[in-house]
């Protein structure tokens, strides 16, 4: 073991390698304080401090000895820097592959290396809509950050895929991965306790299990309500989706507009805007709809889309212009908007694209198309039902039975 000052700033150069701060490595193990005067050389450290940092970091604590100046070799400082660039440019698409053809041929990478790869290169395919391929990251990931056994990366890695799993509709393995990242998360960070209770939250109220999602909405909260940020806002969504589910429409739009009149542009304006465009998806469920409401909702929703929006955003942007389209009565238009979002590439949730298709279906069966429209619309429940998903698969037929008697 290196002695004082070699250790801290070893210390330090994990730390930085990692793109982590003084405060993220020290949360829920010691205090800003006492890791930067490890870092600087003024404590020495214990074999048990020593044990803590190595599991946050994802390193061995050999990882303390050797050359201060020998971190990684020449080929992994390269890929540093190269994780570096990505993260200094996110929105650089060569970059970002460059990162992923380099992974690739980096097999004996640092495993705390590899792992902050694979979790921003999930994150961009992620942003990019690409599903599938964020799925494949994210499960490696899962199994590195088994092999590294640290709650902390464990439970993230979890948590990330549970929500792509429920994304692309694999809902069981979504419930498996949000429950695991919710028991590891015990021993982890409260970013951590949150991120997965968010996960879990989301997934139990897919799955029809509303009292399991309320209480632990609940929970979610009660641990925000005093945390700096966007957490408490996004506690609320997703107690809002909860309410909404339970069929408390009322109650599900009092908790969002906290969670809006709380959230000011200038803090995240991604956010700020996902936030109006879920306002309008509420309004649009309740009976009878607050029109205008929702027409402003998405109009502050499209200056911001087009500005900062991906192509997710604005495909659901799309997609809720068709559904208010639908309740104002201008059918003919909302159908021609409606093709016009089915010839693209799907980019939404496993939930909101059978959705949207069932919406698009009714109208074709409005339009005359019944046998077809039937058809298709069975297809679509066989299918949520499929993905276990039995909420999803009820509201299917209820709208092919409402659509049928012509209510």
Known sequence: MLEQPEFGQRLRALRAERGLSQAALADGVMSTGYLSRLESGARPPTHRVVENLARRLGVSVSAFEGPVDGVGTPRHSAFAEL??????????????????????????LDPALRWQALWLLAEIRRGEGQQQEEYVLLKELVDLSESLASPELWSRACTGLSRCARTLGHTAQAREYAQRAHELSEKASQAARTGALQALVAIEAEVGELAAAQAHAELLCELTENVEGTAHVEALWAAATVSTRQGDHAGGRRLLERALDRLDSHVDLVLWMRLRLAAASLG???????????RARLQEAATVVSLVGTELHQQELRTLWVYLAVEEGRLDEAWEMAERVAAEQSLLSFRDRLKFEAMRVRLQIRRGDREAGVHRMRELAEEAESARNVELAAEIWRTLATTLTGD
Do not use: R
């Open 83 to 108: 994780l570096a660039a990505v993260v200094a440019a996110a929105n650089d698409a060569d970059l970002a592959e460059s990162l992923a053809d380099a992974l690739h041929k980096t097999p004996d």
């Open 284 to 294: 649009l469920q309740v009976s009878p709809p607050p029109l205008d409401e929702v």
